[in-house]
């Protein structure tokens, strides 16, 4: 039946598509080759010398080599007469950053102390004391299932644990299968967890997770003895919310049975927390270009990549980031000037294309969470679709074949529709090899997660990520403009650009049909 029902449905997908695109075709009149065409590898290559050039200084966020990249790239939309998004004129939208040194300090539960770095880990502040901590399982809910049912954490701290229930038969509850859900994914599942327990009303969370603690360990003693600082955004409820991850030590000092214990209890055991750091405020900055549409101006197609790096190594070398993200930002640069010649000859987009550079992904993707969480300056219930490019230049290593090729990640993930016009349109203009490796749903690499396109997915905006793989330079001083091929990045920015013309000028907005 299963298979039936999924033929039957690709089937009517297919007809209605087809309609759809019949319809789409006599709306777009214009042979959007024409203008795809000013994207040159000659325009691509004379932009990314200047922008990873060691003038800027690798870039890093809120830093002065990251000051010349947005100024150069406000010339670039002011010579080109792409107007700012904000209504001000002003290309700059300001995002509140700082540095946050990682704290030191201690726990202390019914009079023993245990120690941050070895007992436990966290990156944030926190000194209060609790008369009993609440036991709320794996932290999860969801729609038939919820380990906060009876329970009120309002203002108090929660233990939790990683994974999620399973019945007596061996299938997981969530799925009645034996397949996990995003639950047991940690690089999801923490934010999810902290997510879910700040709206409900906690203040602080203990993490128990045997499985991931030594590596969250070794990560936090790296930053901790290179004297790393945590970017973050100000005013952010996870700022001032206690995540902390505990090792079996502190664990058994609160519910040593806790691994077959699963039903929510409260632990009457007193707790302190002693966790102190200090920060400094850092200046940043996103980049926001604009096209009004024609006749649908209140729609948004959104073209991101995100105009920071890494800064300069510890040895004094520049991380110039050719590829990351030098290659999409020159690639957004020429997406925008061949839809602002469109415009020029009256020919521009239905709907409005929105040219958004993001500062502070390599912190956490920082600058696009600010756009979509704090300030979006359109507002997201009508942005159609978000496009993300980051890293397009270069070749995988490990891949085999056809060296024409782009990979794409989320085209599917939140809407069919978005996936089929991404496929036909590459099918009638670009004749790239679309690559679905890192598209996969079990993907340890995790690149879903990992670039600014997220920020939108989660609020179920469907997206593309285009990204052409890791290589030897990857995050390196090795990244340089010399190393990137001129024409590939020509094919895959007009592919993105091919798509965003159809996404901007089809008769009706793409549906979000598989929204979480």
């Known amino acids: 039946m299963k298979n039936i029902f999924h033929l039957f449905l690709f089937g009517f997908l297919i007809s209605c598509n087809s309609s759809h695109k019949t319809t789409n075709k006599k709306a777009v009149t214009v042979n959007p080759t ?10 691509l290559k004379e932009n990314l010398y200047i922008y990873a050039s060691d003038e800027y200084e690798g870039r890093e966020t809120g830093m ?3 000051k010349k990249a947005v100024a150069f790239l406000k010339n670039a939309y002011s010579n080109m007469e792409v107007p700012a998004a904000k209504t001000d004129g002003n290309y700059f939208q300001k995002v509140p950053l700082e540095y946050s040194k990682l704290p030191d300090g201690y726990i202390t539960i019914n009079g023993k102390q245990f120690n941050i770095g070895s007992d436990f880990l966290s990156y944030t502040s926190a000194n209060i004391n609790f008369k009993e901590v609440i036991y709320a399982g794996y932290g999860i809910e969801e729609e038939n299932y919820s380990d906060y049912k009876n329970i009120d954490i309002k203002g108090k701290i929660i233990l939790i644990k990683s994974g999620e229930p399973v019945n007596n038969d061996g299938n997981y509850t969530l799925s009645g299968t034996k397949e996990k859900s995003i639950w047991s994914n940690m690089s999801e599942s923490i934010g999810k967890r902290t997510n879910l327990a700040i709206k409900k009303g906690a203040k602080a969370v203990l993490f128990y997770d045997t499985l991931n603690f030594s590596r969250l360990q070794s990560r936090f003693n790296f930053m901790k003895n290179n004297q790393s600082n945590k970017m973050i955004l100000q005013n952010d409820a996870v700022n001032n919310f206690s995540n902390i991850f505990i090792n079996t030590s502190v664990v058994k000092a609160l519910l040593p049975n806790i691994a077959t214990e699963n039903k ?7 707790i302190s927390l002693n966790i102190k750091n200090s920060s400094a405020d850092i200046n940043s900055e996103n980049v926001i270009a604009v096209i009004k549409g024609t006749t649908k101006p209140d729609e948004y197609i959104v073209i991101s990549s995100h105009l920071d790096h890494i800064g300069i190594n510890k040895y004094g070398e520049i991380n110039n980031g050719a590829d990351d993200d030098g290659s999409g930002t020159v690639a957004l640069l020429e997406i925008a000037e061949a839809f602002k010649k469109a415009s020029k000859e009256g020919k521009g987009p239905k709907r409005s294309i929105v040219f ?4 502070g992904e390599e912190k956490g993707l920082l600058g696009s969470k600010y756009y979509t969480d704090f300030e979006p300056i359109f507002p997201l219930s009508k942005t159609v679709a978000n496009l993300n490019i980051d890293m397009i230049g270069r070749i995988d290593p490990n891949r085999k074949g056809n ?8 085209s599917d993930k939140l809407s069919t529709e978005l996936h089929e016009i991404s496929e036909q349109v590459n099918k009638e203009y670009a004749n790239i090899e679309l690559d679905y490796t890192y598209n996969r749903k079990n993907d340890p690499n995790r690149f879903y997660y990992r670039s600014d396109h997220y ?7 469907p997206v593309i990520f285009y990204f052409n793989g890791t290589h030897a330079d990857y995050h390196k001083p090795s990244d340089t403009p010399d190393k990137i091929n001129y024409d590939l990045l020509e094919n895959r920015t007009r592919l993105i650009f091919y798509t965003a013309w159809q996404l901007a000028n089809q008769k009706k907005r793409i549906v979000a049909d598989k929204a979480l």
């Open 403 to 410: 060296r024409n090729y782009i990979y794409l990640i989320g």
């Open 356 to 359: 958004l550079h993001v500062t």
């Open 64 to 66: 002065a080599g990251q």
């Open 264 to 270: 929510a209890k409260v632990i009457s055991t007193p």
């Open 34 to 43: 024409i203008y795809a065409s000013t994207i040159t590898e000659e325009d």
């Open 455 to 461: 920020n939108f997915a989660k609020h179920n905006i």
